[in-house]
């Protein structure tokens, strides 16, 4: 058995679990969220804990296991306490200002970037180099995070660009350095 697939799935107080035939909602204080299990893994609800087994060892349905039930658990942990990134904006002039639900970004090209907050996330500026991205879907908190410090990576001369909160950049010697 898989050592993740196995271990069962708490539900919290205060968060609703509904099994209709391959799809899993979960609704919580936060919001709905909803998946659908790939076909031979099945998703079962005992006194109070959700259960995921697999009905044989073929190496794709092992694989799907563990996969399906760490994503169970995500929606659970979304739906009662949500996800955040942070991202940490370095180089001068550099920033970030909020526009309504909305952010622009001053990253050193001849224009502002607007980024448009999708359904579900919500954009917080800390400080003028710091930005969270919050949302109760860990996998769109993570894609927008991505496509946010894909606006200007972080240079590895000077350190310059979006990174994410506590990333260690390589950085290089330049030209003179030997």
């Known amino acids: 058995m898989s050592r993740i697939g196995r271990l069962p799935i708490s539900v919290p107080s205060g968060v609703e679990v509904k099994l209709e035939g391959r799809e899993v909602t979960v609704k919580g204080p936060k919001g709905t969220l909803s998946h659908t ?46 996800y955040k990134k942070t991202l940490v904006i370095q180089g001068v002039g550099y920033r970030v200002v909020a526009k309504g639900k909305n952010v622009e970004f001053s990253l050193g090209y001849s224009h502002p970037i607007p980024f448009e907050a999708p359904e579900g996330i919500t954009f917080t500026v800390e400080k003028p180099t710091q930005l969270v991205v919050e949302g109760i879907d860990k996998q769109l908190v993570g894609e927008i995070a991505a496509r946010i410090r894909k606006l200007r990576k972080p240079d590895p001369y000077k350190g310059k660009g979006v990174r994410y909160e506590g990333e260690q950049i390589r950085r290089k010697v330049g030209k003179a350095g030997k």
């Open 37 to 82: 299990v790939a076909d031979p893994i099945e998703v079962s609800q005992e006194d109070g804990k959700l259960v995921v087994s697999r009905p044989n060892d073929v190496n794709k349905v092992r694989g799907l296991h563990g996969l399906t039930r760490t994503l169970i658990n995500n929606m659970v942990v979304g739906v009662t306490d949500g």
